[in-house]
């Protein structure tokens, strides 16, 4: 019965829905075969004043990025849509107080094809080839670098095909990231390491949109890369136009374990299960990590939060002993834009957290990160943040303050303390008293100012400087670093934590 929840929720609640344009929809898809299906795919870029809001309504589900924008016309076809634009990326960072930044810029050209075929295919492919310094300011997150000689080579693939054969379904492949939630920060699935392989299918109806998201992960080096793969369910359920709430679930494994050599696992792959009885049912002790998240939006202001839970035993909880294995973080943010005249503006305000030893398991292949970096928040676990936002705009002109203090617990006497989620939990040093800041303990304060310039209002094209200030609050000691350069606005390129 627990596998096939969703279609009972599909034949209960899908029949006679009314879409945002006053559109009558059946309760199958393909019902109604003159309506244009496909909307091109939204850039993964982070919220910017410029952004088109989203209207209020019981059928956008903005928290699962990037967001489909299907556009449903009657009897109007989109038709056939081609463009291909180059793509710059030019940087060059300079931190006079840190001596370990060896010739930090970054290089690469390439080039970026977007096209819409037939009103329901979406194909996006982006390249870009180039060389890096040696700083680890710049090293770029791509899914492909090697060395040659003395110089450090990457190629930066993004693609991403989308089908939507009707106004329900969605079916996505591609090399990219994908993104969930409202926050700067995601404690679900993030997008500031390297991107992966992924297949994905959306399925949306009534106030509904579920989503199953195959991932292809990998870790070691180009020499000795070890495969793992992570399978994610999420659904998303509006029961007011102003009011979201969501739910995720995803799992962690090896194709090779202990027992056998399984592959990407087939009952992972059944988009109607539960992973934590399936996990029981195979006997096996992959990683599963199951969430909550909710939004409230009024006007142009959103309030939102997220709750993650790895393990925990309630018991221990009560009795707020600091159990090394209640494992769980959370997220709290507010965010939104206003307007001056010509000038626009948006703001956030965010707090997240992660107790010690949340996303780590026995060893790498089944901890919650890909290729050195983790899937969730940038920072691991044993951390607390607060973090504020503004951003200003006006025409082709830009600026942004990112602005946060961070606390940190780290390793110390060899003993893992919950901090770096590639460390196994067994070498930790003690069962209880385990809480956020244990081990070394480290504050930060981050201050990152940037001014931008776009040139030409219809190319994706941005001319940026960048000041970073680091304040090491146990060193008493502060880090600055200037970085300039021009660059394509395709993703994300992160340099805030």
């Not at 194909?123 to 300011?137: D, E, L, N, P, W």
Request: with cysteine.
């Amino acid at each position: 019965m627990v596998r096939y929840w969703y279609i009972l929720l599909l034949m209960a609640f899908g029949a006679n829905a009314q879409d945002s344009n006053g559109l009558r929809i059946s309760k199958f898809p393909g019902s109604n075969p003159k309506i244009s299906n496909q909307g091109k795919v939204a850039l993964l870029f982070e919220d910017l004043p410029t952004d088109e809001l989203e209207n209020l309504s019981v059928k956008r589900h903005t928290s699962l990025k990037p967001i489909i924008r299907q556009a449903l016309r009657p009897y109007q076809k989109v038709g056939e849509k081609h463009e291909l634009l180059g793509i710059v990326d030019l940087n060059y960072f300079n931190a006079p107080s840190t001596a370990q930044e060896n010739n930090p810029y970054r290089t690469g050209v390439g080039l970026l094809y977007e096209g819409n075929y037939n009103n329901n295919l979406y194909v996006r492919c982006a390249a870009t080839q180039g060389i890096f310094g040696t700083g680890s300011g710049y090293q770029p997150k791509s899914y492909f670098t090697w060395r040659s000689g003395k110089t450090n080579l990457y190629t930066d693939v993004r693609s991403r095909v989308s089908f939507t054969p009707n106004h329900i379904f969605n079916f996505q492949v591609g090399l990219d990231h994908n993104f969930i939630g409202e926050g700067s920060r995601s404690m679900f699935l993030n997008d500031y390491g390297k991107p992966y392989p992924f297949g994905m299918a959306r399925a949306r109806f009534w106030r509904l949109e579920y989503s199953v998201l195959y991932q292809f992960l990998r870790e070691g080096t180009h020499q000795n890369w070890n495969g793992k793969f992570a399978s994610s369910h999420h659904i998303s359920f509006n029961p007011a136009p102003w009011f979201n709430i969501g739910l995720f679930e995803s799992v962690v494994f090896e194709p090779k374990d202990t027992l056998l050599n399984r592959g990407f696992d087939a009952e992972y792959l059944n988009p109607f299960v539960f992973y934590r009885p399936q996990e029981y049912s195979l006997g096996s002790s992959d990683n599963v990590l199951i969430g909550i998240e909710a939004s409230v939006k009024w006007k142009r202001h959103t309030a939102y939060f997220q709750f993650i839970l790895d393990e925990f035993l309630l018991a221990e909880i009560r009795a707020k002993n600091g159990w090394w294995a209640n494992k769980f973080g959370g997220q709290l943010g507010i965010k939104g834009r206003f307007k001056k005249g010509q000038h626009l503006f948006f703001y956030r305000l965010e707090s997240n957290f992660a107790r010690p030893f949340t996303y780590s398991h026995l060893q790498n292949g089944l901890n919650y990160g890909n290729q050195g970096v983790p899937l969730a928040h940038i920072y691991g676990a044993n951390f607390a943040e607060v973090l504020v936002e503004l951003k200003w705009n006006r025409k082709k002109f830009g600026a942004k303050l990112f602005a946060n203090y961070s606390l940190h617990g780290s390793d110390k006497n060899d003993f893992n303390y919950g901090a770096d989620i590639y460390q196994p939990y067994i070498n930790r040093p003690y069962e209880f008293g385990h809480f956020i800041g244990n081990g070394i303990q480290k504050n930060f304060a981050r201050v990152q100012l940037t001014a931008n310039y776009i040139p030409w209002k219809s190319y994706p094209v941005q001319v940026f400087a960048e000041n970073l200030f680091l304040y090491n609050v146990q060193e008493a000691k502060t880090y600055t670093a200037i970085v300039i350069g021009i660059r394509s606005q395709l993703w994300n390129d992160y340099r805030n934590y």
